[in-house]
């Protein structure tokens, strides 16, 4: 599922039909999104898994376009989806011109109310925005993690000559806890045509449609992620701001999402991967410091001992040779 | 779709001729997004309750979209800024005049409904002008934002805004007192120059 809970709702729905139409295989549950595009459905597999569908109608008024182009999205992106453990499984596609529609079935996000029991009436998946939303801005070590998973997935969306055009933390899911890009409707080749697709906050001054705008999109996420504070406040700082271990990282992660978000392209990370070096970069040299500045009380406690150790080892020696030189005598 | 850039706030002149139009909703959003917190903020300083204050901010809108095709850029009307400043005004004063109606059977002696609304008139005023410079300061703000490099941005934030120690800023962003005191100067002048051409703009 992809679809941001903030788009749900009857007074936002776009004109489709109320019912969807049959998917093979699967019995339709219930409606759980809608976008600018189509409408995405929980459902039962027939072996009993559940899955999301997103249908698509290709007729809609004024949405022909729209429908046509996330169609053939689908079609460069299902091949590969199932490459990477940060990209959405795509798992079965189908529908044309002929019926008017098309649909795709996905893995289906986790339940956002983590810990209780998977319950068809009451399932709402469980995205980013839903988990900065809830809990404010995210500790630095989630945001590394986070960050440096999809990273690697778009890394490897770029190497496939995609670009997803539309990152943000509604579009990232979790599956059972890991992070994954979703929401391809927008994913097309890397053509180098400057476009305005994707949404506001997250598209860089220079426009959508190349790699290097999917990087400035992720370094907005990354500042969601850590700030707690929306992609149109950038680059303003967290309100409470103050000089907690964790805001001492912020400050340096901060410096992260200052190269990933400049205003000029060619001065940004040259590639998903330079960034995800980045973020892991940041995660060793953090715990290092940590190590040194004796933030862990207990590494302090293994060091001395070693040293004990040592010094013993090195008594030991000296007397042994005095002992020997005497025998020697 | 717009890039981040000053058209994300338009000019006001530019702003107040696209109002003319009740259908270019684009330009409506702006202007609610623009002025609906200095009008709540006003309401609420002259005395209103909150819900008394959210109903100033939809009447004044209300107003503004009946009248802004008779507003002028000359001196028959004044600057928007008054003209504006007047519609709040009596918004306020027609909440409390609500009041005065509710909590009696009978409405209150002429002279009694005067002082309150004098009182009002008063408040208003003196809130009016703080509420406009804080506006300005934030919109002002919200432009030189996007047109600054960010490490500098930030270091105005934490050394003008927030006050922070300059050492303090200094090691959190990684760079120099003196680049701290630069950055503060270089932005601090921006922001002191759009509120200047706002000012301007309002008269």
Known sequence: ?329 | MESQTDQAIPTRYSLLSRLQNWRDNESWQDFFDTYWRLIYSVALRSGLTEAEAQEVVQETVICVAKDIHKFKRDRELGSFKGWLRNIIRWRIADQLRKRTRRSSDQPAPPEEQSEILGTAGDNCEAVWELEWKAHLLKTAIQRVKHRVKEEHFQIFDLYALREWPVNKVAKALGVSAPVVYLAKHRVGAMIKKEILAMEKGQQ
Not at chain 1, 271 to 285: H, K, R
């Open chain 1, 1 to 329: 599922m992809s679809e941001s809970q903030d788009s749900f709702g009857p007074e936002t729905a776009p004109p489709f039909p109320a019912t969807p139409p049959s998917i093979p295989e699967h019995q339709i549950m219930r409606r759980i999104g809608s976008g600018g595009s189509g409408e995405v459905w929980l459902a039962r597999h027939t072996f009993g898994a559940y899955r999301a569908v997103k249908i698509v109608p290709l007729r809609a008024a004024g949405r022909h376009q729209i429908s046509q182009n996330e169609f053939s999205g689908i079609l460069n992106f299902e091949p590969v989806s199932r490459l990477h453990d940060g990209l959405v499984d795509i798992l079965q596609a189908g529908g044309g011109e002929e019926q008017g529609y098309f649909y795709y079935v996905m893995e289906l996000a986790d339940d956002a109310r983590s810990g209780q029991p998977f319950m068809a009436e009451t399932y709402w998946p469980r995205t980013l925005a839903h988990d900065i939303r809830a809990r404010g801005r995210l500790p630095i070590g989630e945001c590394i993690r986070l960050g440096a998973a999809i990273a690697s997935a778009l890394g490897f969306l770029h190497r496939q000559n995609l670009i997803h055009r539309d990152i943000k933390p509604s579009n990232i899911i979790f599956v059972n806890g890991f992070p994954k890009l979703a929401d391809i409707g927008l994913v097309t080749e890397i053509s180098g045509e400057r476009g305005h697709a994707g949404t506001v906050g997250f598209i860089p001054p220079e426009g959508s449609g190349t790699a290097q705008a999917d990087l400035y999109s992720l370094g907005k996420v990354l500042y969601e992620m850590s700030t707690g504070n929306r992609a149109e406040n950038y680059p303003a700082l967290p309100a409470d701001l103050g000089t907690t271990r964790d805001d001492l990282e912020l400050m340096q992660f901060n410096r992260i999402i200052l190269k990933a978000c400049r205003t000029n392209p060619r001065s940004r990370y040259d590639s998903a991967d330079e960034l995800m070096t980045a973020l892991l970069s940041f995660q060793f040299n953090h715990r290092a410091s940590r190590w040194s500045s004796g933030g862990w009380p207990w590494a302090w406690a293994i060091g001395a001992f070693g040293a004990l150790i040592g010094a013993g080892f090195i008594i030991f020696l000296v007397w042994r040779l005095v002992w020997l030189l005497q025998r020697s005598e």
